[in-house]
């Protein structure tokens, strides 16, 4: 098999311009994949009904904190925009993408549809070769496990980190749990409260929130 197309959506051609990048995808060769934030009802109802969908979900405690400080690092933040600030931002759905929650309210009803894989980040973190083993079966894809191994190790947090530079300036900590020490007691409370009256209803979907 062929490796599968790639296009991220959001690209910046090498003369620094922006183009829309959808213009290309009936130019790339199947299978090929696409890479987007947006939410489902913004989809084509043809992409939902007909491709395989992968969709990958992280606790919002650690979202919130690590969105931050990926914002803060490409200076897309006006200079008062505090952590307090956007953090209370995040939670009144006032950041590129809107409301966490709508976003995850938009997703819920497909959630057990046979052309949907969900995973988490947290599970990533834990084991790796189980989540790309799990993710070759969902695409019929066949792999040794030496194949799963060293696709496992090519797509850890270090190697990735190694990959794009040393120190690279958009990595931050790449660990599940690091809200800990960023939200305050106070914060925490409040996102508990929002998490638990924005997401009634969806019982059946359990966070992990990392060590």
């Known amino acids: 098999m062929k490796p599968p197309s790639s296009l991220g959506l959001g690209i910046r051609r090498a003369d620094n311009t922006s183009e829309d990048p959808l213009v290309h995808i009936t130019s790339l060769q199947s299978p090929r994949i696409l890479k987007t934030h947006l939410s489902w009802d913004i989809l084509s109802s043809n992409i939902g009904a007909k491709a395989k969908i992968i969709h990958c979900i992280r606790n919002p405690k650690d979202v919130v ?3 931050y400080s990926f914002l803060h690092k490409l200076k897309l933040l006006t200079p008062d925009t505090t952590w307090n600030r956007f953090f209370d931002y995040f939670i009144n759905g006032n950041v590129l993408y809107g409301s966490y929650t709508s976003y995850m309210r938009k997703w819920y009803p497909y959630r057990n549809l046979a052309n949907v894989l969900n995973i988490q980040f947290e599970d990533m973190k834990e084991n790796l070769e189980n989540n790309v083993r799990e993710i070759a ?6 792999l040794t496990k030496e194949q799963i191994r060293r696709i496992s190790n090519a797509n850890t947090f270090d190697h990735k980190k190694q990959e794009a530079g040393k120190g690279h300036v958009l ?6 749990g690091g809200w800990r020490s960023q939200l305050t007691v106070e914060q925490n409370e409040v996102m508990d409260e929002w998490i638990n009256t924005e997401l009634k209803g969806m019982e059946d979907l359990e966070f992990k929130y990392g060590e």
């Not at 079966?137 to 066949?142: E, G, N, S």
């Not at 990595?171 to 599940?176: F, T, V």
């Open 137 to 142: 079966q969902f695409l019929d894809i066949k």
């Open 171 to 176: 990595y931050r900590l790449g660990k599940s």
């Open 65 to 67: 904190c690590s969105y």
